[in-house]
């Protein structure tokens, strides 16, 4: 089970790794993007989304991760694959909408990591 720690308690110094993260994101968006064309440009955007995906997982903390294993938990999985097999052979038509609703919100925990602008919510 991921825990969050305190910064103050972390065993790393400064800076963290969300912020070396960002520094790297922020160097290619600011001095690398504009500086070069083709190929190059798109997997630097590829790069710098890529670290915002992990800057936006990192600012989790594994809560996400916890959020979604109570969610199945509730439902009786103890993950995706035995939640996938009963969808799949009927089980959980009695519970539609309980199913449907923690569905939907792993997706949108997914989508807050990989791809915010996907989602219709305020930060």
């Not at 065993?11 to 690398?32: I, M, Q």
């Not at 064309?37 to 989304?49: D, E, K, L």
């Not at 670290?51 to 009786?76: C, F, N, P, S, T």
Request: charge should be negative; charged fraction near 25%; proline fraction near 4%.
């Amino acid at each position: 089970m991921t825990t969050t720690v305190p910064p103050r308690a972390a065993l790393h110094d400064v800076p963290t790794a969300a912020e070396l993260v960002a520094a790297v994101r922020e160097f290619l968006a600011d001095e690398v993007l504009g500086a070069v064309a083709g190929a190059t440009r798109f997997h630097t955007r590829v790069a710098m989304n890529a670290l915002g995906i992990v800057e936006r997982e990192l600012a989790q903390g594994g809560a996400d991760v916890l959020a979604h294993r109570q969610r199945l938990a509730r439902l009786g999985y103890a993950d995706d694959a035995g939640l996938a097999e009963a969808i799949r052979s009927g089980a959980e038509d009695g519970r539609y909408a309980e199913v449907k609703a923690a569905i939907a919100e792993s997706v949108a925990a997914k989508l807050r990591v990989a791809n915010p602008a996907y989602l219709k919510e305020t930060p």
